[in-house]
């Protein structure tokens, strides 16, 4: 049965939008009250201390590419922003557990439900392309703790005209935990259902009484038995973080992170084929749909060094290098299905790239100055990085990765094979990719309320790919622009109304084995966007709301003459409403909601062409409701809803997949410095398919279509000691 969006998801929000308009004259800014003075433009300067709770509203974000810190209203983009306090309050664990709460992002799940890459408007993101720490490129389908950042800020559509080429999925960027000035001793333990036990730490403060050195550790170790008989998880965290003020108006931020992830015995996922149907989604804690030895093993290794200065009111200096290195011995189970009866060969999903390493920089200079009588805001940087991507040396024989034959209404547990998992650790470098580019922008105060904002990123990219003998077979270089404009007014302070074209470049992709032009890159693509928003600052709640159209291109194989190119055009256009702060009086609403159409353009097959685009649902969001219980002081209820229509399943459109609507609820104490918080999610304990999409996101893997369980009922506690 197709499980289809309560009529009062979109409607929650529209009443928060009522409410916003309906704020009284006496609490909002008079309408002619005149913007900020012309000669001058907002320059924002965040302090290590921690803010007080604002009802989860988030004024400025921590660096949006060359423009640095910056109030959101000041920006022409669609954003969403995850504070300290969503993060802490959502007893996330990873990416997955917190991204809910950012009603206008999706991700999709790859080798199982640990590798995940984010995407906004119904565009996937890459490896690395489009997530960022501190503004420096990192790679996303790794592990990554949410306990060691401070906040999420997300940018929705194309970006690259601020980061350089990326897909137009968006840009992620995790802000570390700095620092403080005061002393911090929190300590937590947690519990997760099935039997997962947390102990972590996050201290902070000065380390001298000058304050010229200050810390902040976070530190976690957890164990114990998942939601399914026979799985299992063990992570473990270090994160320090170092502020070196050695002169005045400047600062060395310096950090190193070590994470590792240990899941096995959870649900696999599905394949299948085009001409397949995905049956409804199972009880994901039954056994046999993953078998307890097999799962993922993940470490990741980050270090930075990030120097921010100021020179005078007026120049501010940031400029920052990081290295991350990532392993992933990646042995989930992959179900894939043979007919349509629910029947499928479960064997290891083995040999995906077991390493990444990557470095990364960020410089930008930017100016606040008048000239001829308007302010300008002008910023010089650069960015860039040098991946590499390992391969598994030898790659396991299809016969040693066999598990076995079941069926959906028949799962099975199958002997582990004699020889284990097939290893990982034997790998060569394969794939070696630069990019460094030069940003240039300037936004200009052309009235009291009119604001213009121009960019340009210019990139060079070069990718070289190796046999295992370390032999160059391919190598493919280019260059490009990536220019961007919006034009902004001001009806008042307290709004910004906005227009935004971006057209955004990203290196093409290579042409996969057995095709004629095997080994090949593309030219780049590129892709274009029109973006037309609002957004207001109320005294008790922000609001954002953005129509856009992104036109990108995608390669596939072409059936007829076995060559991989540019096979049509994902076309997608939308509508997007958020709502962030309070409604009424002690009810906080943090919630929106994209309408989307998603599809397949200009494509060289009749049934594909005009196709609503895989796993793309029409209708998706989150409402999260949090009500103060005045009778009893610190006691907090919440609820949140999350919700998606259907999707296609294929690209011809043949296949509809269910939607869901889930359910959380919780409460949170806090007295006397201790908070406890206890959450169900998924209370309905309703089974469905978390991810629908196509296997790759330039579609050389013509044929493979995936879909993920999600998570069952899940039972969440804690308690936090601020000691």
Known sequence: MTDRVSPCAPALLAAALLLATGVRADEAAPPDEPPQDSATLKRVVVTAERPPEQNYRAPTVDSLGPLGSTPVLDTPYSMGILTHDMIANSQAVDFKDVSKYLPLVAYQEQQGPDILRPQTRGLQGGNFQNTKIDGMTVYITVAMAMEQFQQIEVVNGLSSALYGPTNPAGMFNFVSKRPTDYDLHEVSASYGSDSILTAKADLGGRIDSGGIFSYRLNALYGDGNGYVDGSHQRRALGDLGLDIRPWQHGVLELNYSSYSLDDTGYPGWFTYNEKTVLPPAPDPDRVGYGQSYAGVDLTTQIASARLKQDFGSDWHLVAGILSQDAARDINTPVNNLTDNAGDYTSSFANGFAPRFVITSDVAYLNHTFTAFGLGNDLTLGTAGYKSRTFSVLNAAAPASVLLGHASIADPAIFPEPAAGPPGTLANYDSSD?????????????????????????????????????????????????????????????????????????????????????????????????????????????????????????????????????????????????????????????????????????????????????????????????????????????????????????????????????LFDVGMRYVRDRVTWRLAVDNLANRAYWSTVAPSNLSGANTGSLIGHLGAPRTLLASVTLDL
């Open 433 to 661: 990719a630069y990019q460094q580019g030069v940003n240039v922008g300037d936004t200009l105060r052309l009235s009291e309320r009119w604001l213009a904002r121009l960019g340009v990123s210019e990139d060079w990219f070069h990718t070289d790919n190796f046999n295992k003998q370390r032999i160059q077979t391919t190598e493919y270089s280019d260059r490009g622009a990536s220019p961007t404009g919006s034009l902004m007014y001001k009806p008042r302070a307290d709004m910004t109304v906005y227009f935004t074209y971006a057209s955004a470049l990203q290196a093409g992709d290579l042409a996969p084995a057995g095709t004629l032009n095997a080994g090949q890159s593309l030219a780049p693509y590129r892709s274009t966007e029109y973006e037309l928003g609002y957004k207001a600052s109320l005294p008790n709640l922000d609001l954002g709301m953005a129509l856009f159209s992104i036109d990108r291109p995608y390669a596939n194989i072409n059936t007829a003459d076995n060559t991989f190119e540019i096979s049509g055009d994902q076309v997608n256009k939308g509508l997007e409403m958020s709502a962030v702060g309070q409604v009424a009086e002690n009810l906080t609403l943090y919630g929106g909601v994209t309408l989307l159409d998603a599809r397949m353009q200009h494509t060289p097959l009749a049934a594909t062409n005009d196709q609503l685009y895989v796993g793309a649902p029409r209708v998706k969001g989150n409402v999260l409701l949090e009500y103060q219980i005045a009778q009893v002081p610190g006691l907090v209820a919440t609820f949140d809803y999350q919700f998606s229509t259907d999707r296609a399943g294929n690209d011809t459109n043949t296949l509809i997949v269910a939607g869901y609507n």
